[in-house]
Structure formats: C-alpha cells, structure tokens
C-alpha cells in the first residue's frame, strides 16, 4: 500500500490519516523528541525520502545528505566543557506501566499476519461493494479552495475496515473505476485535530482498481506455515507474547527518555556553540524537508499538520530543537568523561549491530566502511551513558 495521507483516512490501529497522523505525531514525534531521536542514532547518516522524487529532487537530496555528513556535529568534537552537569543518577520519573493487550488485539494481529498471505481474486462486477477491496486517490476540497492536508495516493483499502471516514466510504459504495474524478461529499470526524474536524468537504477520487482477497483461514497448517507454531492455540499464545514485549518495550522507551530528557534538564549549559547550533539546525531542517516529501506536502504544511508550528513559528522552534540536540550532545560526553566510560570488543561489536536497519545500513560491513570507527565508538558510549541513566533512575509512585 502506497498512502500519502490524510483527511480523509482515520485510525484504525495500523492504518493512518490526517486524524492518526496528527494523533500520532503529536504523542510520540513532537518537535522536541526528535532531539532523542537523533541524539542516540548515526546524525547525518540519514536514509533516503521515502517518496519517490523526480530526478531533480533525487539529486538535490542525495546532494544534502552528502554535505551533512561533513557537519562537524558528525565528527568527534569535545563540546563537555560547554556543559556542567545536574544530577543525572536518581533522577526522578513516573513510572509507566505496560498497557494491557486485549483479546481483539491479539485476534487482530493474527488477522493482518493472515491477510498478508491473502491470494488476489479478480472481481467480475466491478462496482464496489462492502468486503471490497479499492485502490484510489484523491484531493478534498472547501467549496473551491483545494485542502493541503486531504490528499491521498493510490491508497489501497478494504471496504468496512474502518480505514476511510464514514462518509467518504458510504460515498464509494456502487461507484466503479474510471479515470474520471468523483465527487463525493464527506464530513470530517470531530475527533480530527485539523481545522477541518466536523466541517464537510468535497473529495474528487478517482478509483483506479476494486479486486477481492481470499484470505487463509486459521488452521493447523497456516499455523505452521504463516506462525510456525504447532497449535492454533499456540498461534493465540505466542501472539499474546509478542504483543506484551512490545508494550513492555514501549514503556521501558518511555521510562528512558523521560529520564534522559530530566538528566539534560538538570544540566547547566554555558554557551551554545555558534557553528554547532547551526549546522544542528540544517540537520533538523533536512529531516523535515524529507519528512515532508514523503507526505508530499510542503514542508510549511507539513510542520503545521505534523507539529502544529505555523511558518511564524518555525524558525523559533527549530532553534529550540537544536538547543535541546546540542545540550544531548554535551550531556553525553560530559557523563562519559566524568564516569570515564569505555567499551568492550564485545560491546563495540554488538552496538555496531544494532545500527544495522536495512534502510540506511544493510550490514556491519556497511557501517563500518560509511562511518568512522571513532564516530561510531561514541555514538555506542551515548547509547551507554543513556542507558547508565535509565538504570539509576528513581520511580516515583
């Protein structure tokens, strides 16, 4: 599935849209984590757009990525002395407990896992109708002024799921393909956190392709094809335990970077280096831009709709975000000196690993060759020092 957001989609769990983007992004991507982000990951090294662009956009981004990497801030600079650090063992933080898994999400897991063996079944009738499946696009419109946000390519969804608003689904109904757009009239959920939310649109689709799936049903021998289990009750269990993990996981992440974010708190930073500061900032800049190609919105729509900042405020926040980047950057090299931390053959070995993604690193021998050993020795010791805080923080009740 190819989806470019947005009104238009809502949240369905794996499914998105303006209403999930923005909910999203705002609970775990707010402008200010992305200090965490890229703190304890490669900067600079950054992966490709995830839209396809033109040949005049590849070369332009392919050409910033190369010049981000010659970024200062990517090389192994002693910037502790700009830095005088607060308590950083014991630091306090709420502890969070794993939300619970649910009977219907398990079954829904194991569901999609199913669905993505399903077998495509050509349709005879093509006019849409419930259990479908449909691939469109389209634009949203008040009155004759074209919403930014209610934007959608070749979006592939079944009909019933839940993917599309209520009235842009009913609209579909009995509709068949064409080239030609059609207009269907739908209003914006309230819960939508756009400007948009309860207001009614014209969207204009054009419906490229309706087809059926045959999805496999749970049995004894999908369970060892598809889960590689023996059972199917062993499919329901081993479900459940993955789906725990990863609420575990979850929490664990958040307990971490709630103490990491009170450890730099607790800092006292001197001076921001000038040219740090900058280059911070264009590192910011060149991940939103391509944040923002790969929702093919401008990057000014993209901030307002991903963070809530309107160009008035863009610039104020992006200094921001770079203040908390560079005062991460201080905070770990002044812990890893005062706590003279160091690595192992096997801890180097194992954190050049986990940096293998598949996206922007496909083997050790990749990351090895595309960024400096002394680069990626500290990036490791970040990671060592981060965790050096999570495990000596306190929980308060």
């Known amino acids: 599935m190819n989806r470019k957001n947005t009104i238009g989609t809502i949240h369905t769990g794996g499914e998105g849209g303006m209403y999930a983007f923005w909910r999203r992004q705002t609970a775990v991507r707010r402008l200010f984590l992305y200090a965490f982000i890229v703190s304890v990951t490669m900067s600079g090294c950054q992966g490709k757009p995830q839209k396809t662009p033109g040949p005049e956009t590849e070369t332009t981004k392919e050409t910033d990525d190369a010049g ?28 969070i407990e794993a939300v619970p898994v649910s009977d219907r999400e398990v079954e829904q897991e194991i569901d999609e896992t199913l669905e993505s063996h399903a077998v495509r079944r050509e349709k005879k009738d093509k006019k849409i109708e419930k259990g479908d499946y449909v691939t469109l696009s389209f634009q949203g ?7 930014q946000g209610a934007y959608c390519s070749e979006l592939t969804t079944q009909i019933g799921s839940g993917t599309l608003i209520p009235d842009l689904e009913q609209g579909l109904l009995g509709k068949r393909p064409s080239k030609k757009a059609v207009l269907i009239k739908a209003k914006v959920p309230k819960e939508d956190s756009s400007a948009y939310a309860g207001k009614t649109l014209i969207y204009h689709v054009i419906i490229s392709d309706i087809f059926m799936k045959d999805v496999p049903k749970l049995t004894a021998d999908t369970a060892k094809q598809y889960f590689h289990c023996d059972t199917v009750d062993e499919v329901t269990g081993a479900t459940r335990t993955k789906l725990e993990k990863a609420r575990k996981e979850e929490a664990e992440d958040a307990m971490a970077q709630a103490a990491w974010k009170q450890a ?29 190609l790969g929702a093919n919105l401008s990057l000014e729509d993209y901030m307002l709709s991903a ?12 200094t921001e975000a770079a203040k908390e980047l560079l005062a991460s950057e201080m905070v770990y090299q002044a812990i890893i000196k005062k706590e003279k931390l160091s690595l192992t053959d096997e801890e180097y070995k194992e954190g050049v690993k986990s ?8 083997s050790v021998e990749e990351v090895e060759k595309q960024v400096d050993k002394t680069r990626l020795e500290q990036r490791i010791l970040y990671r060592k020092a981060y965790q050096m805080v999570y495990e000596n923080a306190k929980f308060l009740p």
């Open 307 to 318: 963070y809530g900042i309107n160009p008035e405020e863009y610039e104020e926040q992006l």
């Open 68 to 95: 981000l990497k010659d970024l200062t801030i990517n090389q192994v600079i002693d910037l502790s002395g700009y830095v005088d650090l607060g308590t950083y063992k014991g630091v306090k933080i709420k502890k």
């Open 141 to 147: 419109y008040r009155g004759k002024k074209k919403v």
């Open 355 to 362: 940096f293998v993604d598949g996206k922007n690193y496909t």
């Open 264 to 292: 730099v708190a607790n800092a006292v930073i001197s001076e921001y280096p000038e040219k740090q500061l900058e280059e911070f900032k264009q590192q910011a800049q060149s991940t939103y831009e391509q944040e923002a």
